[in-house]
């Protein structure tokens, strides 16, 4: 039997990125799935996720999502995996004077976060297949993207296991 630092249950986005920092910080590490690594059963599982900055008030969020797409992009440099980051922006829409659309532009520009307002005829220039039916505001946040998420988590896996993480295929049954 073996002895661990740390065993992690789970290989989903959480579990992954847990096992592969501790072990990078000298532990030792089990990480167990029984599914494998981005598995349809795992919240992180599906083909692509969505990753933004705008959380309105909200601003430890938007410090928190800079944090890990700057994690996620220095992974994917490691690994040569950058195609699982696409940069391809994300529009936020609302109803013209919406309060939540000023705050997540104040966040934005408080924590540095690139983005771009646009009026209503530069928004229908961009973007022709919407139609709104009333004036909207619209910020485009020209930095954030998708990553595709099932391979991202199973990249994450790899260098953890690269790194020197035991990776145990199988289920963690409670003590009787």
Same mark, same amino acid.
């Given at each position: 039997?073996?002895?661990?630092?740390?065993?992690?249950?789970?290989?989903?986005?959480?579990?992954?990125?847990?096992?592969?920092?501790?072990?990078?910080?000298?532990?030792?590490? @089990?990480?167990?799935?029984?599914?494998?690594?981005?598995?349809?059963?795992?919240?992180?599982?599906?083909?692509?996720?969505?990753?933004?900055?705008?959380?309105?008030?909200?601003?430890?969020? $938007?410090?928190?999502?800079?944090?890990?797409?700057?994690?996620?992009?220095?992974?994917?440099?490691?690994?040569?995996?950058?195609?699982?980051?696409?940069?391809?922006?994300?529009?936020?829409?609302?109803?013209?004077?919406?309060?939540?659309?000023?705050?997540?532009?104040?966040?934005?520009?408080?924590?540095?976060?690139?983005?771009?307002?646009?009026?209503?005829?530069?928004?229908?220039?961009?973007?022709?297949?919407?139609?709104?039916?009333?004036?909207? $505001?619209?910020?485009?946040?020209? @930095?954030?993207?998708?990553?595709?998420?099932?391979?991202?988590?199973? $990249?994450?896996?790899?260098?953890?296991?690269?790194?020197?993480?035991?990776?145990?295929? $199988?289920? @963690?049954?409670?003590?009787?």
């Amino acid at each position: 039997m073996c002895n661990y630092d740390f065993a992690v249950i789970g290989a989903g986005v959480f579990g992954a990125w847990i096992a592969y920092h501790f072990r990078k910080a000298g532990y030792s590490v @089990a990480l167990l799935e029984a599914y494998g690594p981005g598995n349809s059963r795992s919240s992180s599982g599906g083909e692509s996720r969505i990753i933004r900055m705008s959380y309105g008030p909200d601003e430890l969020y $938007t410090r928190c999502s800079l944090r890990s797409l700057e994690l996620w992009k220095q992974l994917f440099n490691e690994t040569n995996r950058i195609e699982l980051f696409v940069p391809t922006g994300v529009l936020w829409t609302a109803p013209e004077g919406c309060s939540r659309a000023g705050s997540n532009r104040d966040s934005l520009i408080q924590n540095g976060v690139p983005f771009e307002t646009l009026t209503d005829s530069e928004l229908e220039h961009r973007f022709p297949q919407f139609h709104f039916s009333s004036q909207v $505001t619209a910020i485009l946040e020209t @930095a954030s993207g998708v990553i595709l998420a099932r391979r991202a988590v199973q $990249t994450v896996v790899a260098a953890a296991l690269a790194s020197g993480v035991d990776y145990l295929h $199988t289920l @963690a049954l409670p003590l009787p």
